[in-house]
C-alpha cells in the first residue's frame, strides 16, 4: 500500500527525460537478436516487460548484456536461434509474447510460453489462427497461455486483421520474414509501426506500405545497428496530463517519441485546449521532440471515436481523467480493445476513478464522462487492480485531491516506468 502524493498545490516544475519507450525496446532486442553482428542499443527501457523480452532471447542462446539502459545484443542471424531448455516464461508482458509467438512459429524447435496470471487471461487466438493458416501448429489453453508453438514450413499470406491490433501485425511480419515468398497484411486502422520503421532501419526495404496495407519482403538480411531508443510518449503521458491538470505547472519532457502512430494523446490534450509546445523535433523513421507544457485551467470536453483509439489505445485512462476535469460532457467509444489488456480498463477505470468522485459510466466500447472540479473521494483506498496504467493514473488523479488517498498494487507500476515516484518527486520538488 503506497500513500500517494496528495493536493500538489505547488505544481509540477522542471525538465525530465522519460524512459526508453517500451515497444521499440522490445522491438530492439528481437530485431538485434536475429541480425547478423552486434548492436548497441541506447536508452533501453529496462523495465519488467522489456527484461521478459530480454530472458527469453537469453534462453534461446543470444548473448545480451544489459548495463543501466544500454543494451549490447550479439545478433545470431535469422535463423540462427537455439531451442530453449526451460519454458519461455512472458510474465505480464503481451507484447513479448504476440510477437515471439510469430517469431518462433518459423524456428526449427518447438516452445512453451508461459505467463502471469494476468497474462494467461489475455486472448492469444488472435495470433495462433493467422500463425497456423501459415503453416505452424499452435495448442493454446482454451485460447489463451500456456501455448505450445510447434513451427512448420511457414507460407507467405494474404491477411486482414480482425482487429486493430500493433502486436498481431507484428506477430504475423515476423513469421513472414521466413517464408517462401513475399506477405501482405491489411490493418482495419493504421496501428503503431515501430516493427516496419526498424525492420527496414535492420534491412533493406523489408517493408512496404501502401495505404493499410503492408508487404513483408521474405528471408531478408538484417544487419546489427547502433540505436538510440526515444523517450516513450506512453510515459510520458502521465506528466503530460498531469501538468495540464495541476495549477502552477510547467515542464519540458525532453527527447519523447513523436511517431505519428502514437501521438493521439497529443491531439487530444491539443483539442480540449492544452498549452502544449513541440520544440527541438527531429525527423527520423522515430521522430521525437521536447514536449512543453503548462496547466491549462479550462479544457473542453472531447468525443474521441474508433478511428483514432489505436493512436492512443494505452493512454485512454489518461484520457478518462483529463475529461473528468472538462468543462461538460465527454466519451470516449470504439475502444472495446481495452477490455483485453493487464486488465479489463473500461472496468478498472470506472471503478477506481468513481472512488474518487468522478461522474464516469461504463459503455460496451468506452466511457461516458461528465467532468467536474469538484471531486468528492468516496474510497480513499485506490486500486492498480496489478494494472501498472491504472496505477499510474490513479497517481496522477490523487495529486488533484484534498484528502489523503492510498495506492494498492504499486509495484506493477515497474512493468513500464521503474522511475515514476521518482520522476514524480523530481518534478514536485
Ligand atoms: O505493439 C506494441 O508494442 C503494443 C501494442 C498495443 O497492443 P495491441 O496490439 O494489443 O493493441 C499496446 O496496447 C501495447 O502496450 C504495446
Ligand atoms: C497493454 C500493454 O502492454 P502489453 O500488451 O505488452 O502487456 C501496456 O503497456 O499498456
Known sequence: MKELVVNLNTGLHGDLAVPGDKSISHRSVILSSISEGTSHIHHFLASDDCISTINAFREMGVNIDLDGDELTVEGVGLH??????????????????????????????????????????RPMKRVSEPLSMMGASIETTDGHLPMTINPGHIKAVKYELPMASAQVKSAIILAALSADEDSVIIEPQ?????????????????????????????QPKLTAQDFNVPG?????????????????SHIVL????????????????????ANIKLLNQTNGSEPTADIEVTYTPELKPIDVTEESIPLMIDELPLVALLASRADGHSTITGA???????????????????????????????????????WQVVDSSLDSHGDHRIGMTLAVAALLLDVDVQLKGEDAISISYPQFFDHLQHLSD
Open 80 to 121: 540462427g536461434l537455439k531451442a530453449p531448455q526451460t519454458k519461455l516464461d512472458m510474465g505480464n508482458s503481451g507484447t513479448t509474447t504476440r510477437l515471439l509467438s510469430g517469431l518462433l512459429a518459423a524456428q526449427k524447435f518447438t516452445t512453451n510460453l508461459i505467463g502471469d496470471d494476468s497474462l494467461s487471461k
Open 190 to 218: 493504421v496501428t503503431r509501426d515501430h516493427t516496419e520503421t526498424m525492420l527496414n532501419q535492420f534491412g533493406n526495404n523489408v517493408i512496404e506500405r501502401a495505404g493499410n496495407e503492408i508487404t513483408v519482403h521474405h
Open 232 to 248: 516513450d510518449i506512453s510515459s510520458a503521458a502521465f506528466f503530460l496530463v498531469a501538468a495540464t491538470l495541476v495549477p502552477k
Open 336 to 374: 472495446e480493445e481495452l477490455r483485453f489488456k493487464e486488465t479489463d480498463r473500461i472496468k478498472t477505470v470506472v471503478e477506481e476513478l468513481r472512488k474518487i468522485g468522478i461522474h464516469i459510466e461504463e459503455l460496451p466500447d468506452g466511457f461516458s464522462i461528465d467532468g467536474s472540479n469538484d
Open 254 to 273: 525532453k527527447n519523447v517519441g513523436i511517431n505519428p502512430t502514437r501521438t493521439g494523446i497529443l491531439d487530444v490534450l491539443i483539442q480540449m485546449g
